[in-house]
């Protein structure tokens, strides 16, 4: 059966489904076509179903769970680190508050965070891989950084001001930030769902007991990244709660959905439903 799978270009992504683009695993009986965009692209086309499997952005997810699954894994969670906003020079929060910021998308986790974090913004729509640039012409007062960009914004000549992992932390005592997740669809044949889940899953596990050639896969796809910022990358959002999200990554998940909703951010209550294998 051919199933098209979507997720980002990028080193954690690629991390994660080494074993399937390298045929390290056996598939039972699926074939995985790897259609890869930037997650507020693949956001968008969620919306009509388009890829059987996909990334998602949990905030996203919020319009989009009658038609997908969540899987148990495969999910990118900020563990006290996360979406980084930046600037040209240092800012303190109640400047960041009054700045026009460049986001990655409306749909993005990254944004629902920032929404709870600072309220109402003023905000330009940029392609995350641009913000950076787009913060240093002028074309925004700060940006919002997603993906590898937290880790190279100083060699851009960047200030960091906020770091929405870390307030999120300290607002919930504790609990990561779920920015990514991949959903499967929900009108896939019962066992085809079940094999989806254990094939993905075995994947990601491969990939944490194959580290080294994994990584080397990666790095294909880590723009301005070197040997040890993409190990650093991935190691940040591929990890155990990547490999199960357990009860801890569920209850960051219900959190975030929760007070999206609370504050009017979302359309209503979601109620988390995951696929099994």
């Known amino acids: 059966m051919h199933l098209r799978l979507g997720h980002s270009p990028d080193p954690d992504d690629a991390f994660m489904f080494y074993a399937l683009a ?77 700045a026009t910021i460049a986001v990655p998308g409306l749909r993005t986790s990254a944004y629902l965070a920032a929404r709870l974090a600072l309220g109402d913004f003023a905000h330009r729509v940029v392609a995350f891989d641009r913000i950076m640039e787009a913060v240093r012409a002028g074309e925004a007062d700060a940006g919002l950084l997603i993906h590898e960009g937290q880790l190279t914004y100083a060699g851009a000549d960047l200030h960091a001001v906020l770091d929405l992992g870390v307030w999120w932390r300290d607002e919930t005592g504790g609990l990561p930030l779920p920015l990514g997740v991949n959903a499967v669809r929900r009108d896939l044949p019962a066992d085809v769902v079940r094999r989806v889940t254990r094939v993905l899953g075995a994947s990601i596990r491969y990939a944490l007991e194959h580290r080294r050639p994994a990584v080397q896969h990666a790095l294909r796809y880590g723009r301005g990244l070197d040997d040890a910022l993409a190990d650093r990358f991935i190691d940040m959002y591929v990890n155990e709660l990547t490999e199960d999200l357990g009860e801890r990554g569920r209850a960051g998940i219900r959190e975030f959905l929760g007070r999206g909703h609370a504050a009017g951010l979302i359309p209503g209550p979601i109620a988390l439903e995951f696929a099994s294998a």
Not at 36 to 42: N, P, S, Y
Not at 47 to 64: D, K, P
């Open 22 to 98: 390298a045929g390290k695993i056996d598939c039972e009986g699926l074939e995985f076509e790897h259609v890869m965009q930037d997650i507020e692209t693949l956001n968008r086309r969620a919306e009509s179903g388009e890829f059987e499997i996909t990334a998602l952005s949990v905030h996203a997810y919020a319009y989009l769970h009658d038609r997908y699954l969540l899987l148990p894994h495969g999910a990118s969670m900020g563990d006290g680190y996360g979406p980084l906003f930046v600037a040209r020079r240092p800012l303190d929060v109640e400047e960041l508050r009054r």
